[in-house]
């Protein structure tokens, strides 16, 4: 009996030990785990903050060049208004003798300032859905808000484009000579029209047409409209740029 009860503490004694081996190997492997998902988040984390850095030199490269965009199209739109303005004050004036002068305010009438500007590093961002990679919510937020902004400066650029081209180039060239605006004009890379025109040109014509001051009106009204959309968007760049480079130099 007493040789069973031994026996029986023995066993004991190895099961115990067999358990508390178990349940260290099993710790160990946990402990191993988990140390390995701790150096892999880390690695990932490493991974994403260098690829947002990318990202955020990308954006501010863009919304730099959206800037200066914006601003030479400004200069362009303040060169409609004035051709607008001085257009009116010689109609006001009754004196149409200085051809040449009018030929050329016309000119300046024709092209119409249109953003074009590249924003791809932004569409890339939103369309693969890195822009989740992106910490700052406030950046964020400013460069979702982007393109809303852009489609109201772009929809008064298409409103100018349209009368321009289906109003106001059809009813002035009745009364000038479109071949005359263009060689008195120095257009960026259109060649200057040295041939002389054989077209009738009505000058007083033109300015006693009532037509002459609504459209100009109407277009006058479109440009401001567009120096306003855009000096919102000149303002947003700024922003973005700012908290970008705060962001990397934070780093």
Request: aromatic content about 10%; some cysteine.
């Amino acid at each position: 009996m007493l040789n069973f009860l031994r026996k029986l503490r023995r066993n004991e004694m190895k099961g115990t030990k067999y358990l508390k081996y178990a349940i260290g190997e099993i710790f160990l492997v946990v402990i191993g785990i988990l140390i390995a998902l701790a150096i892999n988040n880390w690695n990932q984390s490493r991974l994403a903050k260098i690829e947002e850095e990318k990202l955020l030199q990308s954006i501010k490269v863009d919304f730099k060049q959206s800037k200066a965009d914006l601003q030479r199209l400004d200069v362009l739109r303040d060169e409609g208004l004035f051709a607008y303005n001085q257009l009116i004050t010689l109609g006001n004036s009754g004196d149409f003798s200085n051809s040449i002068l009018i030929d050329t305010l016309l000119a300046k009438t024709i092209f119409t300032p249109t953003y074009n500007g590249n924003t791809s590093s932004l569409s890339i961002l939103v369309n693969s859905g890195k822009i989740n990679l992106l910490r700052n919510d406030s950046l964020t937020a400013m460069l979702l808000a982007w393109p809303t902004q852009l489609e109201n400066l772009i929809e008064r650029e298409l409103d100018i484009k349209y009368i321009t081209n289906e109003e106001w180039v059809p009813f002035t060239q009745n009364y000038t000579s479109v071949n005359d605006w263009l060689k008195y004009y120095d257009f960026p890379g259109v060649p200057a029209k040295e041939r002389n025109t054989r077209v009738k040109k009505d000058y007083q014509g033109l300015f006693n047409d009532r037509r002459l001051e609504n459209l100009i009106t109407r277009l006058e009204l479109l440009y401001i409209a567009c120096k306003s959309r855009s000096h919102g968007l000149i303002q947003s760049a700024d922003q973005i740029i700012e908290t970008i480079e705060k962001d990397l130099q934070n780093r």
